[in-house]
């Protein structure tokens, strides 16, 4: 059954092999299962039906995946996006957020795999990834590795506020502070020594040394799973037309999503050697699963579902097949008993009334963010019209918080800089249409 599903021996490999693949893949990416229900708070969500709603949509898609499209690439809730949907669509307006609920949030969410869905059929999402310039693609994925990585410093306390300057260095004496950047030395040892799951290994270590400090607590090992009640079905999809900036926020939804799925692809499935003259073989099954992961998620009540990178983790350690993702699903579902784990790795630790850190999950984000930037020595530093965009987005988004107000500052500055310098034909006429959008935006808001 295994081979007439898998076609192991087709593919060179055998079923143990696949299992230890399936299991590196889970424990290079399972840092998720605790970082997802942290940051989604922030939005007002319940963390155990977080918890619950980003293993059971991750499980999913993660099947399909083997199954559909024989692959072994496994999905869960994307990093970048959770913070978009958190702290930009759910975010309070005096930060520069929308301030919609997270329901609106899980109804654009929704909406967004709909279309991407939709729009397989019709070669737009191929369209989309090639109209872009590589510059402002990894511009982009740069600017939301720093805004991951700049939150995973506030978190730690290794940043704070200051009057004057907005932001300067925390009190590096203080207890927590001392913890996250023990975590971090934790990790980055770990990892450099290639040690499979430094990230998830790193959080436990430093969750362990947090319990002998007592800045962690202890709430038990296994305990039946939460209750997902209060995030299954209720996202709010009549809320997002209701909404003027719709539009926009479906479009970086469907943006990111995009980008992250085709890169993630590309770059795992050429580590492994599937791609065929450049070309993926059943890369229209491995979106869709992509698409239905994210649809799941947002029924479930989480943030948008997409193709892990962390999956190459399994990839160099033999995965070839779907029976890899198999095994990923299967101890994904295994988690949701151990609900007590994740509670005490992302419970935070109240420094002053309002100011609460994470210890523990910090070092993870700061970590995840510099593995991100690596793209920005992909960008034609040597063309203005194409390095000033892709630089903009980069900074904008950290400094204002905001995934949508880099992509809109990449995407106006390239159409301006190609026009005046009499290069307009180089880009794609959709690129000016999103770039008028914008502007649109800003005048109407």
């Not at 009057?163 to 030395?185: C, H, N």
Request: glycine content about 12%; proline content about 4%.
């Amino acid at each position: 059954m295994l081979e007439r599903f898998f076609r192991l021996k087709e593919n060179g490999t055998t079923v143990s092999r696949e299992l230890t693949a399936g299991a590196t893949t889970f424990m290079a990416m399972c840092y998720i299962i605790f970082v997802q229900p942290v940051i989604l708070s922030a939005a007002g969500m319940n963390k155990g039906a977080v918890m619950v709603a980003t293993v059971l949509s991750s499980a999913i898609a993660t099947l399909i995946m083997g199954f559909y499209a024989n692959y072994p690439i496994a999905l869960a809730p994307a990093m970048g996006h959770n913070f978009y949907f958190a702290f930009t669509v759910c975010g309070a307006v005096a930060m520069g957020g929308y301030g919609y609920s997270w329901q609106v949030a899980l109804g654009a969410v929704f909406v967004s795999g709909v279309v991407f869905i939709i729009l397989s059929f019709f070669g737009f999402r191929e369209l989309i990834v090639n109209i872009i310039p590589p510059s402002l693609k990894y511009g982009i994925a740069v600017g939301i590795g720093l805004l991951i990585a700049f939150l995973g410093f506030e978190w730690s306390g290794l940043v704070v506020d200051t009057p004057g300057t907005l932001v300067g260095l925390g009190d590096i004496k203080s207890p927590p502070v001392l913890l996250s950047l023990f975590g971090l030395g934790l990790i980055f040892v770990l990892y450099l020594l290639r040690v499979p799951g430094a990230i998830i290994l790193g959080m436990i270590g430093t969750a362990l040394a947090g319990l002998l400090c007592g800045l962690v607590h202890y709430y038990g090992i296994v305990a039946k799973p939460p209750s997902i009640s209060s995030t299954l079905f209720k996202l709010d999809i009549a809320g997002v037309f209701r909404s003027v900036d719709f539009l926009s926020i479906i479009f970086v939804f469907f943006f990111l999503d995009l980008f992250d799925t085709v890169g993630t692809l590309v770059g795992v499935s050429e580590q492994a050697g599937f791609l065929k003259e450049g070309r993926l073989p059943r890369a229209r099954q491995a979106l869709f699963s992509d698409a239905v992961g994210t649809v799941s998620g947002a029924l479930l009540g989480t943030s948008t579902v997409t193709s892990y990178v962390e999956s190459a983790a399994g990839v160099a350690a033999g995965g070839r097949t779907g029976l890899a993702n198999v095994a990923t699903a299967v101890l994904m579902l295994l988690s949701l008993f151990f609900y007590p784990v994740v509670e005490m790795v992302g419970g935070g630790y109240e420094m002053a009334k309002g100011v609460t850190l994470y210890p523990v999950i910090a070092p993870a984000l700061i970590m995840v963010g510099s593995f991100m930037i690596r793209g920005v020595r992909k960008i034609n530093w040597d063309d203005p019209t194409e390095a000033f965009p892709a630089f903009l987005t980069m900074l904008v988004m950290p400094l204002t918080f905001s995934i949508t107000e880099g992509i809109a500052f990449g995407f106006i500055s390239l159409a301006f800089l190609k026009l005046i310098t009499g290069r307009g034909k180089e880009l794609h006429w959709l690129i000016y249409l999103f770039a008028f959008l914008f502007v649109l935006r800003y005048i109407l808001t």
